[in-house]
Structures are given as structure tokens and as C-alpha cells.
């Protein structure tokens, strides 16, 4: 599992460590059964303090996403798929609210919005789908 952390967001890193997990498991790259790296091999990767990463496993733990597994580590709950996507749903909808927001604020028309989303996704999807060389 990759982790794409960005030090400079206003999004604190133990949350982003429990948004990347959650879409992980919701697009199936973390299965049922499987175990995530320990704390320490991940705050070492991401060179972050391991409180951050324990932070992180413990909120990804309260959710019923994982489990704590005795002197193996933690891993991913039978209940985790269907938590994470309903998780993932939730987060990118409150991230579109608030761009709705902000795009009524700065009075666009909904057509506007409608024509900004779509080549935006246009473009996502076509680099997603671009090899890379």
C-alpha cells in the first residue's frame, strides 16, 4: 500500500494515513484478512512520528476497520469493505459540498460547476488511463 502524505495540507496527517487506508480498502487494494505495516515501518517510510501513525491505526481501529491481531499486527476486518466505502462516500461527498459552496459563493451558475466537473474528470480519468512511460 502506497501513502501519498502532503506535509503542507491543512488536513492532518493521521487523518490523510486514515482517508488513503479507508480508499485502499474500499477499491479492494487492501483485501479482508490482510495485514497493514506496523507503526514503526510506517512512520519510517513516511518519515513522521509513530504517535502519528498510532493515532491514525487507533481511529482506523475504533472505526471496526481493523483489528488489533496479538503478535501479528493489525489487520483488515471482514466488516472493512462495506465501512470503507460507505466512509469514502461520505468523505468526497463533504469535499464537494464544500466546493458547491464556494462555487455559489462566487455566484458560478450550475451550469458552470456541471461543465468545470466534468472536464476535470475528463482530465482524471485520461491521465489515470495514460501509461506511464
Not at 491543512?10 to 507503526?39: K, M, N
Not at 481511529?59 to 460507505?86: D, F, H, N, W
Not at 464544500?98 to 462555487?103: G, P
Request: a negative charge.
Amino acid at each position: 500500500m502506497l501513502f501519498t502524505i502532503q506535509p503542507d495540507s491543512p488536513v492532518p496527517i493521521f487523518e490523510q494515513i486514515v482517508t488513503q487506508t479507508l480508499f485502499a480498502i474500499a477499491r479492494g487494494d487492501l483485501a479482508v484478512g490482510s495485514l497493514i505495516p506496523s507503526v514503526r515501518e510506517l512512520a519510517g517510510r513516511l518519515v513522521v512520528h509513530p504517535n502519528t501513525v498510532a493515532r491514525a491505526y487507533q481511529e482506523l481501529e475504533r472505526k471496526a476497520v481493523v483489528e488489533s491481531q496479538r503478535g501479528k499486527g493489525m489487520k483488515v476486518t471482514q466488516e472493512a469493505p462495506s465501512i470503507a466505502r460507505a466512509q469514502r462516500r461520505d468523505i468526497v461527498r463533504c469535499r464537494i459540498r464544500e466546493a458547491l459552496r464556494e462555487a455559489v459563493s462566487s455566484a458560478l451558475s450550475a451550469e458552470e460547476v456541471h461543465a468545470l466537473v466534468e472536464e476535470e474528470w475528463g482530465q482524471l480519468t485520461e491521465s489515470a488511463s495514460t501509461p506511464e512511460v
